[in-house]
């Protein structure tokens, strides 16, 4: 065995060595973060907590029944506004751009991904609470769809170039035209890339509090409605996180362990659905 080849086998041996430790580096943080979560807000886990509302200060017991669902309805209208625009942006891009307005669009998608979260809210205020004078669901919904479309469109375009040229052909060989073609034959073998891009699009966007507090900021009841203030997990946890009672910083450890939770049984059932899927059509 020469130098060189003795030499090329150990730097496999040790790149082989690093990269198997860097994943057993990651997995062990991400079961950190749940297991040090579940040791402080565990013990705030009940029913009550799923179903009642906040107890004022001094009570102790109580729920976040108000802030799941905002951050359920908060979510709703930000899928609605960033879903669709960032998917069929990236169709665009992936089936008809061309190279000088598509690199402008690419660049600009980058450039908003990049912005602080901070600043999309106060955007989002700007050009909504302070026009409608008034917090709002619906404003919080837009600050994060704002959010959710630069991921959308990458993650789409990708997915989509993945596809193989051949599949394309095939299909306009058969007389589609390009649209047919993409809706039936191109979207439908990325489904399961495009889906898992909105998943974790979702679950960005999910934690997010800065862009809530300048828009659909708090409350501590029900919010009626899509124009009144309303609460979320993210902000309920800003809040009890730094409040100097330690009742409110057990709830603000379940409520943390809640929204991870929500986060990944959102994927799980995806993924699911996507096996599913995937072995009917295989049948």
């Known amino acids: 065995m020469s130098l060189r080849?003795?030499?090329?086998?150990?730097?496999?041996?040790?790149?082989?060595?690093?990269?198997?430790?860097?994943?057993?580096?990651?997995?062990?943080?991400?079961?950190?973060?749940?297991?040090?979560?579940?040791?402080?807000?565990?013990?705030?886990?009940?029913?009550?907590?799923?179903?009642?509302?906040?107890?004022?200060?001094?009570?102790?017991?109580?729920?976040?029944?108000?802030?799941?669902?905002?951050?359920?309805?908060?979510?709703?209208?930000?899928?609605?506004?960033?879903?669709?625009?960032?998917?069929?942006?990236?169709?665009?891009?992936?089936?008809?751009?061309?190279?000088?307005?598509?690199?402008i669009v690419r660049y600009t998608t980058d450039l908003l991904n990049g912005v602080p979260s901070i600043v999309i809210g106060i955007f989002a205020y700007s050009l909504i609470v302070l026009r409608t004078k008034q917090f709002s669901t619906l404003a919080g919904g837009f600050a994060l769809g704002v959010m959710m479309i630069p991921i959308s469109v990458r993650t789409t375009e990708e997915f989509l170039r993945a596809v193989p040229t051949s599949l394309r052909e095939a299909a306009m060989a058969l007389g589609a035209n390009k649209w047919k073609t993409i809706s039936t034959v191109v979207i439908p073998a990325a489904i399961q890339g495009i889906i898992t891009g909105i998943m974790l699009d979702v679950a960005r966007v999910a934690g997010e509090t800065a862009p809530l507090l300048f828009t659909a900021f708090s409350n501590q009841f029900w919010s009626p409605g899509w124009n009144q203030p309303t609460a979320s997990l993210p902000v309920v946890i800003y809040t009890y996180a730094i409040a100097p009672y330690d009742d409110w910083h057990r709830q603000a450890w379940a409520a943390g362990l809640v929204l991870l939770g929500l986060v990944l049984v959102a994927n799980i059932g995806a993924r699911v659905i996507l096996a599913r899927r995937a072995a009917f059509l295989k049948a």
């Open 5 to 103: 080849t003795a030499w090329r086998k150990t730097v496999n041996v040790v790149m082989l060595s690093l990269t198997g430790a860097c994943a057993l580096v990651t997995v062990s943080v991400l079961f950190f973060i749940l297991g040090y979560l579940v040791w402080h807000g565990g013990t705030s886990i009940n029913w009550d907590f799923f179903t009642k509302l906040p107890k004022p200060v001094g009570e102790t017991g109580g729920g976040m029944a108000n802030a799941i669902v905002g951050s359920g309805k908060l979510l709703l209208v930000a899928s609605l506004i960033g879903i669709p625009i960032g998917t069929l942006a990236g169709i665009y891009l992936a089936e008809f751009g061309g190279r000088g307005y598509s690199f």
